[in-house]
């Protein structure tokens, strides 16, 4: 059974930085597409980035050279660096594993940029 519990969020202020960490059982991280998306208060979940099995990449615009991707096989975990964090940003951050037609997620980590 796949769990993602995701971890790291916080409230950090304008121009901070964070790195996110996905915690994953029951899967390997590596075989699958692997995201991060966000849901702000009042709206849709957005996916911000993901990386396939290859290791290709993608990125929101609005997120481009700030965050970055990640994954770690021997640690069974993906991870999200944030930079130059904008409020904007702000939301509830969820891990995700893409199965074909199934989607897994985790919990979600709240992460709120305010000075």
């Known amino acids: 059974q796949v769990q993602l519990v995701e971890s790291g969020g916080g409230l950090v202020e304008p121009g901070g930085s964070l790195r996110l960490s996905c915690a994953a059982s029951?899967?390997?991280?590596?075989?699958?597409?692997m995201g991060w998306y966000r849901q702000a208060p009042g709206k849709q979940r957005e996916l911000v980035a993901n990386?396939?099995?290859?290791?290709?990449?993608y990125y929101t615009d609005s997120v481009k050279g700030r965050f970055t991707i990640s994954r770690s096989n021997a640690k069974s975990s993906v991870y999200l660096q944030m930079s130059n964090l904008k409020a904007e940003d702000t939301g509830v951050y969820y891990c995700s594993q893409r199965d074909g037609w199934t989607d897994y997620w985790g919990q979600g980590t709240q992460v709120t940029v305010s000075s």
């Open positions: 029951g899967t390997i991280v590596s075989a699958y597409t």
């Open positions: 990386m396939s099995p290859f290791g290709k990449t």
